[in-house]
């Protein structure tokens, strides 16, 4: 739905209403892998810190620049992303340092800020890392809720939620929850 989305409604209106329906699938998740969490937080800290200056970042770009060229600015940020996850060989998994937890952490709270968008950095992130299936769960979990969580924060500060962003989340999920619905199925099987 995302990166198709500016497509059919306003960035400015379609992200607090994806951030609205995301706040609460994202912090259940993370409290479903919660046993998972403190083993891991020590290493995710930094990364879940610089979150909070790349969504501040993110979310004041989102409510300054004028619709057109927002609407640019984010297929011009998504554009490479879908590239590099499409025909980039993954990078073999390995330790991954403070700087470059900071770096991810900060691009990935700028690109969700801006777009709602943080698969393609976290999924970086989790496979350059190397982790196992239940700890890249819990950790993916954890980012997502926390970036989630701040973005409501920023946006609800700059006044990006409105009625009518309101009433498109409320539209939206149902499409979501079956969409959810239809990706658990399919991934049990």
Request: hydrophobic letters at 55%; aromatic letters at 8%; one cysteine or more.
């Amino acid at each position: 739905m995302v990166p198709t989305g500016p497509l059919l409604a306003p960035v400015r209106l379609l992200n607090p209403a994806l951030v609205l329906i995301e706040l609460p699938l994202n912090v259940s998740a993370a409290l479903l892998h919660r046993r998972r969490i403190p083993d891991l937080w020590r290493e995710l800290r930094p990364f879940a810190l610089a979150l909070l200056p790349g969504i501040a970042l993110g979310a004041l770009v989102l409510r300054g620049l004028p619709a057109p060229l927002l609407k640019l600015v984010c297929y011009g940020l998504l554009l490479p992303l879908v590239l590099l996850q499409l025909f980039a060989r993954p990078p073999a998994p390995r330790s991954v340092g403070l700087r470059a937890r900071t770096g991810f952490g900060f691009a990935t709270g700028l690109f969700y800020g801006l777009t709602t968008i943080s698969g393609p950095t976290l999924a970086l992130y989790a496979h350059r890392r190397g982790y196992a299936k239940d700890d890249a769960r819990a950790a993916l979990s954890l980012l997502r809720a926390m970036e989630s969580v701040i973005a409501f924060i920023f946006f609800a500060a700059l006044g990006l939620f409105t009625l009518q962003g309101f009433r498109l989340a409320l539209v939206l999920l149902p499409a979501a929850l079956l969409g959810l619905w239809m990706g658990h199925t399919l991934a049990t099987r």
